[in-house]
T-cell receptor, first 115, second 113 residues
Framework: GAGVSQTPSNKVTEKGKYVELRCDPI?????LYWYRQSLGQGPEFLIY????????DSGLPNDRFFAVRPEGSVSTLKIQRTERGDSAVYLC?????????????FGNGTRLTVT | EDQVTQSPEALRLQEGESSSLNCSYT??????LFWYRQDPGKGPEFLFT???AGEEKEKERLKATLTKKESFLHITAPKPEDSATYLC??????????????FGTGTLLAVQP
């Protein structure tokens, strides 16, 4: 079966531009997560959706970052006025339901480079 | 503050040379400890979940164990295809709190033939 799909796989943008990163979770998975991973580091939590609502957005670094999941399936991470420090791999994950009994399944990420 | 520390940062083994990776954690209310494998350019791949001290899980050449302060990932007779970064993560919090995972920085394992 299909896993978590993220597009684009690579995105190069100029400082100050707006970008959108897309995540298609595994069909039927109600929970969706966004993480950010810098080189040599573990993934860092950004936001978690249960259905259409953001249940925990405590990891979003500032108000330039925003994410939506309008129909409870596909999610988009939006970054305004990009900065060079935003360069990282953005990972999306989904799980059948919330909780430790339902492990996260990750996509291969979008590598964002801000020049 | 919830924290996860992995050691060593990097480990080089000869094929067949068994070893262990360590994950130390400090959390308020452990709900689960997770091990993931990550290959270059790929997302993390789920390996195990451990819930309570004394629990063990095995998969092929890998065995994960858990105590109240740390987890070990034992690799028995590794093969070159076991080369990857191994990530440890915890889910913490009481009463249905956040479902986020807190990750360590990983151990980069290289197995030479």
């Amino acid at each position: 079966g299909a896993g978590v799909s993220q597009t684009p796989s690579n995105k190069v943008t100029e400082k100050g531009k707006y970008v959108e990163l897309r995540c298609d979770p595994i069909s039927g998975h109600t929970a969706l997560y966004w993480y950010r991973q810098s080189l040599g580091q573990g993934p860092e939590f950004l936001i978690y959706f249960q259905g259409t609502g953001a249940a925990d957005d405590s990891g979003l670094p500032n108000d330039r970052f925003f994410a939506v999941r309008p129909e409870g399936s596909v999610s988009t991470l939006k970054i305004q006025r990009t900065e060079r420090g935003d360069s990282a791999v953005y990972l999306c994950a989904s799980s059948l339901m919330a909780g430790a009994n339902s492990p996260l399944h990750f996509g291969n990420g979008t590598r964002l480079t801000v020049t | 503050e919830d924290q996860v520390t992995q050691s060593p940062e990097a480990l080089r083994l000869q094929e067949g040379e068994s070893s262990s990776l360590n994950c130390s954690y400090t959390v308020s209310g452990l709900r689960g400890l997770f091990w993931y494998r990550q290959d270059p350019g790929k997302g993390p791949e789920f390996l195990f979940t451990l819930y309570s001290a004394g629990e063990e899980k095995e998969k092929e050449r890998l065995k994960a164990t858990l105590t109240k302060k740390e987890s070990f990932l034992h690799i028995t007779a590794p093969k070159p295809e076991d080369s990857a970064t191994y990530l440890c993560a915890v889910q913490a919090g009481y009463g249905g709190a956040t479902n986020k995972l807190i990750f360590g920085t990983g151990t980069l394992l290289a197995v030479q033939p």
